[in-house]
């Protein structure tokens, strides 16, 4: 049985790991891949939403290439490569289990996101970090002797990690937090500081960046991405109970919650039920790892929407969770219950990748597909107008629109073209970074935009574009006066692309001055309106366009 296990887990990582590989080539870069994708291409300590640690694994592999299937590696090998580390820490960790251990496997592997989720995200960096940390603690809780510092340690390495990652590793370091409360001995307290200690100098570095650049991630994070709301409700709850049912398949809830806790003798063909007499302190820890953040995300959500990427980094510990629980029998049942699920996902995805793009025209986010498949044409057909009084030459071809084909710092040195060059612009940040990644150069947000994605104020220096033409590509049809405030004359028009009608807005002679006052002030207002008790050492929105007044409320 074991040599079976391990071969039919063997076939699952190679057929899995080409269907991933398939779909990263054949998907094109969405919006959010894009945005973090620009973070790479121009890296830095920090970025406006988000700690920087995607945008440096980025960094490192735009020096080597930039196709769609190379930028999505690290999540395409993700669920082979947990799975993996799960086959191996499993029989250390429960040796009386150890035959369980392909079957663990498999269930990471084949969990319904891992299928076919192959695109690039904060969370990537975020669940490798955090699985490794969660891992290591595990093996902490086992040590009662020396052996443990070295997995606090480690714990404490991954967890800065995840830190660097996505401010929801604080959920991961609130759970240790919790274990030791538990455990309640000298040992486990002072396994916690060391890996709270080994975390310090990453919060450091986001304190030290986030000082000098108008505190972005947390208005971001904790201010402006969070609208008014009307209180208490049951509607977003309902969606996380789905979302869990979904990442985490109802099978495995089910089976999970149905037992009570029970005073029988535990036996490795029986599993361990909940609040069991013999749960060992590994069984404990674990089952504190799955449970404070879940429940913390379930008390959030009567309150906000939880997204489903929001416990990619906590499923994995579920899983393993399920499978120590479970009796003999069952396990086998559940993971070929995930293998006809994930032929289910499999058999989706080929049937959608042969339909036409038209097949989705009636749906709002039409216009939005189109944008990311056919981005090098709409940029042809935006730019192919004829030039406005004379100020705008010629364009031959989508690709000399904004001048140089180096991706990089100097693609960024197009938006510094000689005055009388048009700047290709959007207006929408997802709309923006997808149309550059395909052209491989930069394109600005012009215009208010939104509480989300907004390193575009960081990257653009709107003094510079003071006179310069400007051709704005859109999906919704624009509001003429808004623009002719700032420009001299304003001309608009629309075209269609696979059926999808785009608007483009050519604006002549852009009026800085006039653009600060009305739109730069008002983002000043909406998104830079920081607490006065945060120390600041500078803010690149106030000091680049407000010389002399300060970003506080």
């Excluded at 036409?356 to 940029?379: D, H, N, Q």
Aim: net charge positive; glycine share 8%; with cysteine.
């Amino acid at each position: 049985m074991l040599f079976s296990v391990q071969r039919l887990f063997l076939a699952a990582v190679g057929l899995t790991l080409v269907f991933r590989l398939w779909l990263a080539a054949a998907m094109p870069i969405t919006g959010d891949e894009a945005y973090f994708i620009w973070w790479g291409w121009i890296p830095d300590w920090g970025f406006y939403d988000h700690p920087p640690l995607i945008g440096w694994l980025l960094a490192g592999l735009l020096a080597v290439g930039d196709a769609e299937w190379w930028l999505r590696l690290p999540q395409v090998v993700q669920p082979v490569l947990l799975a993996l580390a799960v086959r191996w820490a499993w029989p250390l960790l429960w040796p009386e289990q150890a035959e369980r251990r392909d079957w663990a496997a498999l269930l990471v592997l084949l969990a319904p996101v891992n299928v076919w989720n192959v695109f690039v995200t904060t969370d990537t960096a975020l669940v490798y970090c955090a699985v490794l940390s969660g891992l290591a603690w595990l093996f902490a809780s086992r040590e009662n002797g020396e052996n443990s510092l070295r997995w606090y340690v480690l714990a404490g390495i991954f967890l800065a990690g995840a830190v660097l990652s996505k401010y929801f590793a604080a959920l991961l370091g609130f759970a240790y937090l919790i274990d030791v409360l538990r455990r309640r001995n000298a040992r486990a307290f002072a396994g916690l500081a060391i890996t709270y200690a080994i975390t310090v100098p990453a919060l450091l570095l986001m304190a030290w960046w986030n000082a000098g650049n108008c505190w972005s991630n947390y208005m971001f994070n904790f201010v402006n991405r969070h609208g008014a709301h009307s209180g208490i409700g049951v509607v977003n709850s309902l969606i996380y109970a789905a979302t869990l049912a979904y990442v985490l398949t109802p099978p495995v809830l089910w089976l999970i919650f149905r037992r009570r806790a029970s005073r029988r003798p535990a036996s490795p063909e029986k599993g361990l039920p909940f609040g069991h007499a013999d749960y060992s302190p590994v069984d404990r820890s674990l089952a504190t790892l799955v449970a404070v953040p879940l429940l913390l995300f379930a008390a959030l959500s009567l309150f906000r929407t939880v997204g489903l990427h929001w416990v990619l980094a906590f499923v994995p510990f579920a899983l393993l969770l399920a499978v120590r629980r479970l009796s003999g029998p069952a396990v086998p049942k559940l993971a070929w219950f995930f293998m006809g699920f994930a032929a289910l996902h499999l058999a989706v995805a080929l049937v959608v990748s042969r339909l036409p793009l038209e097949t989705w025209r009636s749906f709002k986010i039409y216009p939005g597909l189109v944008l990311t498949f056919e981005s090098r044409a709409l940029v042809a057909h935006a730019t192919a107008g004829p030039p406005q009084g004379g100020m705008r030459p010629p364009v031959t071809a989508a690709g000399d629109f904004m001048g140089g084909s180096e991706p990089g710092l100097r693609a960024w040195g197009a938006l510094q073209a000689a005055a009388g060059d048009s700047l290709l612009a959007s207006d929408g940040y997802s709309n923006a970074v997808t149309l550059g990644y395909n052209l491989r150069r930069y394109v600005p947000v012009l215009g208010m935009g939104s509480s989300h994605a907004r390193h575009d104020d960081i990257l653009t220096d709107w003094r510079t574009q003071d006179g310069r033409d400007i051709t704005v590509l859109r999906k919704s049809a624009p509001d003429q006066d808004e623009y002719a405030a700032w420009f001299q004359n304003v001309e608009i028009d629309s075209f269609e692309q696979r059926g999808a009608r785009f608007w483009v807005v050519r604006g002549r002679a852009f009026d800085y001055a006039a653009y600060r006052d009305s739109v730069l002030a008002d983002v000043r207002r909406r998104y830079y309106g920081l607490p006065p008790w945060l120390p600041q050492t500078g803010c690149y929105f106030c000091d680049r366009y407000f010389q002399g007044a300060t970003c506080t409320r």
